[in-house]
């Protein structure tokens, strides 16, 4: 599967902004889905998870309650709506993909990549 992200951009803190992630290959429905993000001088940090089915989710302790992960599987996109957004989540953010909805919470489980987004929040 291939995966492109879209929808960075500048925002100030207390803004919100909303990803896109559009998958083309083999069937989107296959997989579960996510977003990682790496911030400057950092290692690639999970963010949000989604089943196949889209019927659960699962966030990292720091976006729980301000981002929330969705999909569409007849549009073969996955979204992620950040709100609250805070200067420290500033990072190039990274939808990805895998068979194994458990392997998308480290960076080196994850089978499918796509290219990042940068998002930056100002103060």
């Known amino acids: 599967v291939q995966l492109q992200a879209s929808g960075g951009g500048l925002v100030q803190a207390g803004g919100s902004l909303s990803l896109s992630c559009a998958a083309s290959g083999r069937a989107f429905s296959s997989y579960a889905v996510g977003w990682f993000r790496q911030a400057p001088g950092r290692g690639r940090e999970f963010v949000a998870r989604?089943?196949?089915?889209?019927?659960?989710?699962y966030y990292a302790d720091s976006v729980e309650g301000r981002f929330t992960i969705s999909r569409d599987n007849a549009k073969n996109t996955v979204y992620l709506q950040m709100n609250s957004l805070k200067p420290e989540d500033t990072a190039v953010y990274y939808c990805?993909?895998?068979?194994?909805?458990?392997?998308?919470?480290?960076?080196?489980?994850?089978?499918?990549w796509g290219k990042g987004t940068l998002v930056t929040v100002s103060s």
């Open positions: 989604i089943t196949r089915s889209g019927d659960t989710t």
């Open positions: 990805v993909a895998d068979y194994n909805y458990r392997s998308i919470s480290s960076a080196r489980a994850v089978g499918y």
